[in-house]
């Protein structure tokens, strides 16, 4: 379970990002996190594992208080942590294999890190993620050789090596075509089903968003003025999130035949 109990961010220049953010996430939910461009989105996921530090507020995961925690208990907690990019965040001269080792750094300890020598159940596993997200094939490719999808992709297995109680992901799709797009989002969903894995993802698309997760929540001005049901983002909801506009339009766009739904199991 995580809970967010009055979160706040205030940065140096006077701009309050967060206001009093209360929320409550439980164990094996998918969140959509939508909201105009300087909402907070990426705010509220950085302050959770405190890449960016509240200014007041709590952050509870699992019943350990992250705010409170020192440098080194925090670097424990991260390990609980996965984060999957927009932008990948792979080390391009290293392996498709390497790139996914690089999530146990946390465990391994510098030495064993910086030559590469990995337990074996740590490369067994990474073998076991790369099947999963389909690239067990491109293990010793070079990171840069890889499209965006299949970039994303070694990003997943990598954050899910750490064996993480959340996964924070932050515009997983931004870079992506509608095709690729889906078959991201449908596989964070599948892998999170599958490990009872509670996850937060910032997206800009809302319709991908309708299609896939369990729940949405909506940001403006860094406050949550809407909490719910992906079926419940009616014209005058998305007003409410990000201004006037023809929502309909945006609405439609969903296929009911492909929506995702809890009971499903997030596998479209």
């Given at each position: ?13 006077g701009?309050?990002a967060l ?9 094996g ?6 909201g ?18 509240p200014?007041?507020?709590?952050v ?18 991260r ?8 932008e ?6 290293l ?6 080792l690089?999530?146990?750094l946390?465990?391994v ?10 337990p074996q159940?740590?490369v ?6 790369l099947?999963?997200v ?21 990003g997943?297995?990598?954050a ?8 924070l ?12 797009s889906r ?7 599948e892998?999170?089903?599958e ?42 909801t ?7 506009e023809d929502?309909?339009?945006t609405?439609e ?7 995702v739904?809890?009971e ?5």
């Open positions: 379970m995580l809970k967010l109990n009055q979160l706040t961010k205030r940065y140096a220049t701009d309050l206001k009093a953010v209360d929320v409550e996430i439980p164990k939910q998918v969140v959509a996190l939508i105009p461009s300087g909402a907070g989105k990426s705010t509220l996921i950085r302050c959770i594992n405190r890449l960016v530090e200014t007041s507020g709590g509870d995961l699992n019943g350990k208080e992250l705010t409170k925690l020192g440098s080194g208990a925090l670097r424990q907690a390990r609980r942590m996965g984060m999957i990019f927009q990948y965040a792979l080390v391009e001269r392996t498709v294999m390497e790139n996914v690089s999530g146990r946390g465990y300890g510098f030495w064993r890190s910086f030559l590469r020598r990995y159940s740590a067994d596993e990474a073998f076991r993620l099947e999963r389909g690239l067990d094939h491109m293990a010793d490719k070079r990171a840069d050789e890889l499209s965006g999808g299949q970039r994303q992709r070694v997943i297995a990598r899910l090596i750490q064996d993480p109680e959340l996964l992901v932050d515009e997983p799709t931004a870079s992506l075509d509608p095709k690729t078959q991201i989002m449908r596989l964070i969903c892998l999170c089903a490990r009872d894995l509670a996850a937060i993802i910032n997206i800009h698309d809302v319709a991908l968003a309708q299609m896939f997760v369990q729940r949405v929540i909506g940001l403006r001005f860094g406050e949550v003025v809407y909490d719910g049901p992906p079926n419940e983002l009616t014209p005058d998305l007003t409410q999130i990000y201004g006037e929502w309909e339009a609405i766009k969903v296929d009911e035949e492909e929506v739904t809890p499903e199991g997030a596998v479209a």
